[in-house]
């Protein structure tokens, strides 16, 4: 089965940030679905929860240098 969740990222000022973070997120194994929007500063993601967990998710993005946090 797969989760969605929705979490709040810090530091992204630009077009290029979303690209990057999306990447990031489309990369990750278990990640089916990734949309990040740079007005609101909020992203969600589709995942295979027994294959990827939130902490994963948030530390590939924190190891980008911007900061996140699931909000649900
Ligand atoms: Mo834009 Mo984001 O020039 O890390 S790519 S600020």
Not at 37 to 53: C, R
């Amino acid at each position: 089965g797969t989760l969605v969740g929705q979490f709040s990222i810090g530091g992204m000022t630009c077009a290029a940030c979303v690209s990057s973070v999306e990447g990031i997120l489309r990369d990750i194994p278990g990640v089916k679905r990734a949309v990040v929007a740079l007005a609101t500063s909020l992203g969600e993601v589709e995942y295979d929860p027994t294959a990827v967990s939130k902490d994963d998710i948030v530390n590939a993005i924190e190891d980008a240098g911007f900061e996140a946090a699931f909000v649900q």
